[in-house]
């Protein structure tokens, strides 16, 4: 049963438009989101991350947004540039998660490309 | 320059031999984690310690043992008992505050491959 669900494996957008990348969760525990970046044969980057008391959050090109009500999260990127080009990953965690440690539950990640 | 390292990045292992990858952080960070990738797939955790001398079963430990005998280094053991042990094994780090406002760090990833 996967709880956190990126239902576009790959995405493709040209230089300079904007990408969106989807993110949908069915724990209503789920209380903090986070966005990684991922190049093959390396270890995740942070990039951005919510937690369920905001809507929005943003940092330069990157903004996050989260809707509770429909338990849905997108990843905005604008403007997108060829290096933005990797797997992102959605991931979600509980602020208590009975052992009082900060699990991650990940989807199976979405393969953006940018096309100069 | 704080990080998290592993070692090695690829590893080759003939089928029924144990084998043990290292990581180790130098970012003063209580918890630390060890995922699984496969292709296609979400990242899966298999252990993960809060503290010293303590650590927990993930979703997939089956397979699998852990140590955190110094808060630096969480090695992974993959048995031979591991049915599909080939794959990509990251390990992560965190200061593991429960309000979960911080976030997981990763280690560049070793795969594994048993032939």
């Known amino acids: 049963d996967q709880q956190v669900k990126q239902n576009s494996p790959s995405l493709s957008v040209q230089e300079g438009r904007i990408s969106i990348l989807n993110c949908d969760y069915t724990n209503s525990m789920f209380d903090y989101f986070l966005w990684y970046k991922k190049y093959p044969a390396e270890g995740p980057t942070f990039l951005i991350s919510?937690?369920?008391?905001?809507d929005k959050n943003e940092d330069g090109r990157f903004t996050v947004f989260l809707n509770k009500s429909a338990k849905h999260l997108s990843l905005h990127i604008v403007p997108s540039q060829p290096g933005d080009s990797a797997v992102y990953f959605c991931a979600a965690s509980t602020a208590y998660s009975g052992a009082g440690s900060y699990q991650l539950t990940f989807g199976k990640g979405t393969k953006l490309s940018v096309i100069p | 320059d704080g990080g998290i390292t592993q070692s090695p990045k690829y590893l080759f292992r003939k089928e029924g031999q144990n084998v043990t990858l290292s990581c180790e952080q130098n970012?003063?960070?209580?918890?630390m984690y060890w995922y699984r990738q496969d292709p296609g797939q979400g990242l899966r955790l298999i252990y993960y310690s809060q503290i010293v001398n303590d650590f927990q079963k993930g979703d997939i430990a089956e397979g699998y043992s852990v140590s955190r005998e110094k808060k630096e280094s969480f090695p992974l053991t993959v048995t031979s008992a591991q049915k599909n042990p080939t794959a990509f094994y990251l390990c992560a780090s965190s200061t593991d505050r429960p309000l979960g406002t911080d976030t997981q760090y990763f280690g560049p990833g070793t795969r594994l491959t048993v032939l």
């Open positions: 970012l003063n960070h209580d918890a």
């Open positions: 919510i937690s369920s008391i905001k």
